[in-house]
C-alpha cells in the first residue's frame, strides 16, 4: 500500500490542508475510514476548547436560590437543588446527562 499527500479541504475555515502520506499510513494503520476534516489549526482549537465544553445548565437553586449549574436540563415545576443543598438532602447524586427519576424524593415538607 503506498500513500502520496493528498490535499484536502478544512470543514471549518475552508483552508487548505495536506494528509500527509504519513499520516494517511497513520489512519490506515488504526483503520481509520474517514479522511481527516479539519486542519490542523482548527483541530488544535477543537481540542483546546473541547473538555471545558460540557452540557450544563444554568439554573436556580429551588431551595436557596443560589445560582448552580445542573447535568441536565430542569424539568418544569421540578425542584432543582444546588449542590450543597442537594447533598444536605442526603440524595445519590444521579448520573451525568440523566434526569431524575420520577418519583425521586422531593424536599420534604416539615410536619409539626
Ligand atoms: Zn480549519
Ligand atoms: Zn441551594
Redesign the pocket.
Known amino acids: 500500500m503506498e500513500f502520496i499527500d493528498r490535499v484536502l479541504t478544512c470543514n471549518d475555515c475552508g483552508a487548505e490542508f495536506i494528509f500527509t502520506a504519513g499520516e494517511q499510513l497513520f489512519f490506515y494503520d488504526k483503520q481509520f475510514k474517514n479522511d481527516p476534516k479539519h486542519c490542523k489549526q482548527c483541530k488544535a482549537k477543537r481540542v483546546r476548547g473541547g473538555p471545558r465544553v460540557r452540557s450544563e445548565t444554568r439554573t436556580t437553586?429551588s431551595?436557596?436560590?443560589?445560582e448552580?449549574t445542573v447535568p441536565f436540563k430542569p424539568t418544569q415545576g421540578r425542584p432543582v437543588?444546588?449542590r450543597?443543598?442537594f447533598q444536605k438532602q442526603g440524595a445519590k447524586p444521579t448520573p451525568a446527562g440523566q434526569p431524575p427519576p420520577e418519583g425521586a424524593p422531593e424536599p420534604t415538607p416539615d410536619r409539626s
Open positions: 437553586c431551595e436557596c436560590a443560589s448552580t437543588l444546588c450543597s443543598c
